[in-house]
Nanobody, 118 residues
Framework: QLQLVESGGGLVQPGGSLRLSCAAS????????IGWFRQAPGKEREGVSC????????GYADAVKGRFTISRDNAKNTVYLQMNSLKPEDTAVYYC???????????WGQGTQVTVSS
């Protein structure tokens, strides 16, 4: 049973930075590609970024490319999302999952709230 817990969200001003963490328990992350998703108020959940099991390959949604960086430390069983140059439109609840891009997943966690506002 793989369990993922998101943390690191908060309130930040436009242009600021946050680093989100996705910590795994129950199973090692070594064999899973991990994706970050977000859901803004009134909108569908959308994929933000993806990292392969080894960390060798990464991908980003166009809206965050150049501003966000996904990484992982399998020894710590953790995946990160470094978010720089944050914009108000980045405001959302952020989730991680052992999926990339697809919303076909049934075990979403609580997520972590990111609010970008002055």
């Amino acid at each position: 049973q793989l369990q993922l817990v998101e943390s690191g969200g908060g309130l930040v001003q436009p242009g600021g930075s946050l680093r989100l963490s996705c910590a795994a328990s129950g199973r090692t992350l070594d064999y899973y590609a991990i994706g970050w998703f977000r859901q803004a108020p009134g909108k569908e959940r959308e994929g933000v970024s993806c990292i392969s099991s080894s960390g060798a390959s990464t991908g980003y949604a166009d809206a965050v490319k150049g501003r966000f960086t996904i990484s992982r430390d399998n020894a710590k069983n953790t995946v990160y999302l470094q978010m720089n140059s944050l914009k108000p439109e980045d405001t959302a609840v952020y989730y991680c999952a052992p999926r990339c891009w697809t919303n076909r997943y049934d075990y979403w966690g609580q997520g972590t709230q990111v609010t970008v506002s002055s």
